[in-house]
T-cell receptor, first 111, second 117 residues
């Protein structure tokens, strides 16, 4: 069945270091992927997306890498800041128009 | 504010009561989604609309849940005979279907938190 999973539930990084959050998915038909950031008490906020015809996409301080061979997605955050502390979700869409979300990874930025 | 808005933000009710949540999507968006989120979990798909048509509904959604989008703009999610297990954050999101039906970014509202006593 469709599933999106995350390797680590909590990630702690020093301020200024780079963060890497990983995500695995199982649906080979998935062709669109999004990373969301969710702060406490708020709705998920879009960070970056990537379609299956791409391997890499860069935004401001963030990069998403897609490896379709092993069905793996990662989010890299450069020079992590205290404001990056949040829960990060990957989501995918494929086959239908609904988005399937993973459980989430909590990122803690240490001063 | 031109984002997705949800009302009420918080609702406390007694078991057995009915509750209704409203979502106003971004005005030009033709797709509207409802998700449910419990503590420590990712958003769980409930249903989605394209314009006024409800195109998919989760098999996890019991008959006590009903959603409407009568004019293809705002949507309501009603839960009848609430149970304690219904306590969660109910998230609404909207998007604009592009070429060949491909969907882009989902824009979420701040959610409606339901507590069933």
């Amino acid at each position: 069945g469709e599933s999106v999973g995350l390797h680590l539930p909590t990630l702690s990084v020093q301020e200024g270091d780079n963060s890497i959050i990983n995500c695995a998915y199982s649906n080979s038909a998935s062709d669109y992927f999004i990373w969301y950031k969710q702060e406490s008490g708020k709705g998920p906020q879009f960070i970056i997306d990537i379609r299956s015809n791409m391997d890499k996409r860069q935004g401001q301080r963030v990069t998403v890498l897609l490896n379709k061979t092993v069905k793996h997605l990662s989010l890299q955050i450069a020079a992590t800041q205290p404001g990056d502390s949040a829960v990060y979700f990957c989501a995918h869409q494929g086959g239908t128009y609904k988005y399937i979300f993973g459980t989430g990874t909590r990122l803690k930025v240490l001063a | 504010d031109t984002g997705v808005s949800q009302d009420p933000r918080h609702k406390i009710t007694k078991r057995g009561q009915n509750v209704t949540f409203r979502c106003d999507p971004i005005s030009e968006h033709n797709r509207l989604y409802w998700y449910r989120q419990t503590l420590g979990q990712g958003p769980e798909f409930l249903t989605y609309f394209q314009n006024e048509a409800q195109l998919e509904k989760s098999r996890l959604l019991s008959d006590r849940f009903s959603a409407e989008r009568p004019k293809g703009s705002f949507s309501t999610l009603e839960i009848q005979r609430t149970e304690q297990g219904d306590s969660a954050m109910y998230l609404c999101a909207s998007s604009l279907a592009g070429d060949r039906g491909r969907t882009g970014e989902l824009f979420f509202g701040e959610g409606s938190r339901l507590t069933v006593l």
